[in-house]
C-alpha cells in the first residue's frame, strides 16, 4: 500500500523558514516525481513543483522559484520541502503528492501557520 | 498554462438525487484528467484517474467521461457523505493544475 506521511504541524514568524518532509512507503521511491500542493484556509489546491527523486531535479513555478527548495534523501525515502521568507500568506496545509501516476496518493497534509 | 474551469461552483442538492459536475480545460487534456473528493480537514481523496478510471474502493456512483477539453463528474445517487468539495486536475502538460473547485452542499 502506497503510504506517504508528513511531519507535523508548524508555527512560524514572518521572515522565518519552514521545513516539511514527506516520507514514502510501498512503492519505488525513485520511481515517481513527488509534488508539493498548499491550500490556504477556504481556498483551493496550488501545485508547488515536483522534485525527480531518482535524480534530485526539481522544477518550480515561477511563483515559487527563489523561495522554495525540494530535496530528497534516498537513504530513507524522503524528500523534503523548505520554503523561505516567510508572510501570512503562506499559512497553509501543505501536501506532498505522486501527481504524475496514474492513481495519484497524498500525504494527510502539514499545517503551516505565519503568524507575529 | 493550462486553465481548468469547474462549474458550478456550488450544486445544491439533497441525498438521492443526481450531481452532475463540469470540469474545461482551456486546451486539450486529452485523457490526462483526474477527479477528487475533498471534505474539511482532509487531504484530497481520489476518485477517478485518466477521465474515467474509478479508483480503489469508490463506489460505483461515482462516474467520470470526457476527453480532449470537456469533462464530467457524475454522482448517481448522492448519499450524505458525498456533500464535498470535488476538484479535477490536468497532468498533459507542466504545470499541473487544479480547477477552482465544485461543493456539492445540501
Known amino acids: 500500500q502506497v503510504l506517504l506521511v508528513q511531519s507535523g504541524a508548524e508555527g512560524k514568524k514572518p521572515g522565518a523558514s519552514v521545513k516539511v518532509s514527506c516520507k514514502a512507503s510501498g512503492y519505488t521511491f525513485t520511481g515517481s516525481y513527488m509534488h508539493w500542493v498548499r491550500q490556504a484556509p477556504g481556498q483551493g489546491l496550488e501545485w508547488m513543483g515536483w522534485?525527480?527523486?531518482?535524480?534530485?531535479?526539481?522544477r518550480y513555478p515561477l511563483k515559487f522559484q527563489g523561495r522554495v527548495t525540494m530535496i530528497r534523501d534516498t537513504s530513507i525515502s524522503t524528500v523534503y520541502m523548505e520554503l523561505t521568507r516567510l508572510t501570512s500568506d503562506d499559512t497553509a496545509v501543505y501536501y506532498c503528492?505522486?501527481?504524475?501516476?496514474?492513481?495519484?496518493?497524498w500525504g494527510q497534509g502539514t499545517l503551516v501557520t505565519v503568524s507575529s | 498554462e493550462i486553465v481548468l474551469t469547474q462549474s458550478p461552483a456550488t450544486l445544491s442538492l439533497s441525498p438521492g438525487e443526481r450531481a452532475t459536475l463540469s470540469c474545461r480545460a482551456s486546451q486539450t487534456v486529452e485523457n490526462y484528467l483526474v477527479w477528487y473528493q475533498q471534505k474539511p480537514g482532509q487531504a484530497p481523496r481520489l476518485l477517478i484517474s485518466?477521465?474515467?478510471n474509478r479508483a480503489t474502493d469508490i463506489p460505483a456512483r461515482f462516474s467520470g467521461s470526457g476527453s480532449g477539453t470537456d469533462f464530467t463528474l457524475t454522482i448517481s445517487s448522492l448519499e450524505p457523505e458525498d456533500f464535498a468539495v470535488y476538484y479535477c486536475q490536468q497532468r498533459r502538460n507542466w504545470p499541473t493544475t487544479f480547477g477552482g473547485g465544485t461543493k456539492v452542499e445540501i
Open positions: 522534485i525527480n527523486p531518482n535524480t534530485g531535479g526539481t
Open positions: 503528492a505522486t501527481l504524475d501516476t496514474p492513481m495519484p496518493t
Open positions: 485518466d477521465a474515467s
